[in-house]
């Protein structure tokens, strides 16, 4: 379960990148701006990275979003899974040792919406 946060609030998309992303913030604010463009009225707030004390084999991805179901809730729930497809893929390129992400999509009570393992590159654009 995501830690709580007062800044978290129906009007927000809360990112929290953990472990080893490689890329950095520049591709975690890619995410943002995809979640931005599909929710335009909503503030995409994103935590700084929390790298951890010590090596990590994954990479982590935490999620929390405003809706549990409807359109909007699986739209988003698509983008951050192809986002870590496609960060996946790009890595790939350079690092034939691209560790795993693993991603937690919560809703605004902190129940689990969807975790995934994402190890294979998006072959799709």
């Given at each position: 379960?995501?830690?709580?946060?007062?800044?978290?609030?129906?009007?927000?998309?809360?990112?929290?990148?953990?472990?080893?992303?490689?890329?950095?913030?520049?591709?975690?604010?890619?995410?943002?701006?995809?979640?931005?463009?599909?929710?335009?009225?909503?503030?995409?707030?994103?935590?700084?990275?929390?790298?951890?004390?010590?090596?990590?084999?994954?990479?982590v991805l935490n999620v929390v979003l405003p809706w549990v179901e409807g359109y909007l809730a699986a739209r988003a729930i698509d983008t951050v899974l192809h986002w870590a497809r496609r960060h996946i893929r790009s890595e790939h390129v350079h690092d034939q040792n691209v560790r795993p992400i693993d991603v937690t999509i919560y809703g605004p009570n902190g129940e689990v919406l969807r975790k995934v393992r994402v190890t294979a590159p998006d072959t799709t654009s």
């Open positions: 379960m995501p830690k709580s946060d007062p800044a978290h609030s129906p009007d927000k998309i809360l990112v929290r990148p953990g472990g080893v992303l490689v890329g950095g913030e520049q591709d975690i604010d890619s995410l943002a701006v995809e979640l931005s463009r599909l929710a335009p009225d909503l503030e995409v707030l994103i935590e700084p990275v929390d790298r951890g004390r010590s090596f990590a084999f994954l990479a």
